[in-house]
């Protein structure tokens, strides 16, 4: 190679950088630019005015919305600018709407989200380099089964809604399950890139191979299996479906072979019917889901009230603020897409699916674009978790398939959740800018 194609190898990803951070910039400028004018219009609608601290709530955005973009360019000045201005305006829309439907609890969640970009914040200042994960991978198991049965330990653990989820330490309520999803993911990650060829390998049993040697797939198995089991006791099967989907996706991508996956299709199965016919508030789930009719004010009322919320939005909505999404039960959180829907109509809520759909699209161009298997999948790990999740509880609110007690990421009401994410998409960023670090030497950006 010549010395000028040398230097046109080196300065080309440099720009590529400082192009990817200015085009995060203008996009970050459009989600405040988007939220602000979602907020003034909420107001607007409910208040017929426009809302007298403005000025301080777009403060407040810019500095929430910049900051991130501050870090990561200062600290990952080669990652993926797309993730953070979609996580922006999604956060931001959330939050209008929380104000608009339960303003009492504005104020926690706003809180909530500074904590969450300050976590999204050290993350990035702690993991310098994401290889350096892999080595704490009974680490991470240790804190991903320890955050798990936090929410038994008698004293801490809250029951809600059916489900043993919560703990609380003194004033401060949290669900650790949200935390424990991204250790175990790590722990996956790191397990199954050193185990990969071996668990490719089918040779047990001997008379007729189909799974690999027990010891190589014991040790991730037992800890899947006891997440299961733990989410099983807290009634909690959202997350449990959340842990089984990560796991099989991970093992699949590992080790490429699709019976995984289908084998552990024909196991969810038949998990599925053991809780359905062990736990009441399952039954009650899958009752409203085939036929909410039989009890139009009690159990299948949020069902019913959700449909009627989004057929009134029709294709372009009533209005931020002109709608009666309220009437919805628990509309802050189970069902904020069903508020979205009404008051944005098919149209906004089309853009919020397409907003996550671009966030797994990102995610998962990161995983391909990383080098190191462990990244690869550790990658392709976090995006499922978000974009499952996304998935699960979209399609519970339109009827796809039955609630399951997620929430959606980033605009639902919820601290542990919201926390959470912002790690996971921190991460996520860590990846890339690894990947856009090895192809641009001199790593600056503008």
């Known amino acids: 190679m010549t010395a000028i194609g040398r230097v046109r190898r080196a300065v080309r990803p440099e720009v590529m950088g400082r192009s990817r951070r200015r085009a995060e910039l203008g996009l970050i400028v459009l989600a405040i630019a988007i939220v602000a004018g979602a907020y003034t219009l909420a107001s607007l609608g409910q208040f017929s005015s426009v809302p007298a601290n403005i000025g301080p709530f777009l ?160 040790p991730v198995l037992m800890a899947w299996g006891v997440a299961i089991l733990v989410m099983t006791a807290q009634k909690d099967l959202g997350s449990s479906l959340l842990f089984f989907v990560l796991f099989m996706a991970m093992l699949w991508v590992a080790t490429e072979r699709a019976a995984y996956p289908l084998g552990g299709a024909v196991l969810f199965g038949g998990a599925a019917y053991a809780a359905y016919t062990q736990f009441a508030h399952v039954q009650d789930r899958v009752r409203v889901w085939r036929n909410p009719w039989p009890e139009p004010t009690g159990k299948g009322m949020q069902t019913i009230q959700s449909w009627y919320a989004m057929a009134w939005g029709g294709l372009t909505g009533t209005g931020i603020g002109l709608g009666r999404p309220d009437r919805v039960p628990v509309v802050e959180s189970d069902f904020i897409f069903a508020a979205i829907g009404e008051e944005l109509g098919l149209f906004g809520a089309t853009a919020i699916l397409v907003a996550y759909l671009l966030i797994v699209g990102a995610g998962l161009r990161i995983a391909t674009q990383a080098e190191h298997p462990f990244e690869k999948l550790l990658a392709a790990g976090l995006t499922t978790l978000m974009g499952f999740q996304a998935f699960v509880i979209l399609a519970g609110v339109t009827r796809l398939m039955p609630l399951t007690g997620v929430v959606l990421p980033f605009v639902s009401y919820g601290g542990s959740a919201l926390v959470a994410n912002y790690v996971l998409i921190a991460l996520l960023i860590r990846v890339s800018d690894g990947s856009g670090a090895k192809a641009n030497p001199t790593g600056r950006a503008a």
């Not at 959330?94 to 989200?113: E, H, K, M």
């Open 59 to 218: 403060a407040v955005i810019v500095g929430l919305m910049l900051v991130p973009h501050l870090a990561v360019r200062r600290l990952a000045p080669n990652a993926d600018g797309l993730l953070l201005p979609l996580v922006a305006v999604l956060n931001g829309i959330g939050y209008v709407f929380i104000v608009r439907l339960a303003p009492n609890l504005a104020a926690q969640q706003s809180t909530w989200t500074f904590i969450g970009v300050a976590a999204f914040v050290a993350t990035l200042v702690v993991v310098r380099r994401i290889r350096d994960l892999e080595r704490y991978r009974y680490t991470f198991l240790l804190i991903g089964l320890f955050l798990l049965v936090l929410p038994l330990v008698p004293g801490l653990g809250v029951a809600k809604y059916g489900s043993r989820i919560w703990a609380r330490v003194g004033p401060i309520s949290f669900q650790p399950g949200e935390f424990a999803k991204i250790a175990f993911a790590l722990f996956f990650a790191s397990y199954l890139v050193e185990k990969r060829e071996l668990l490719a390998m089918a040779s047990w049993p001997r008379f007729r191979p189909v799974l690999p040697d027990l010891k190589h797939l014991g």
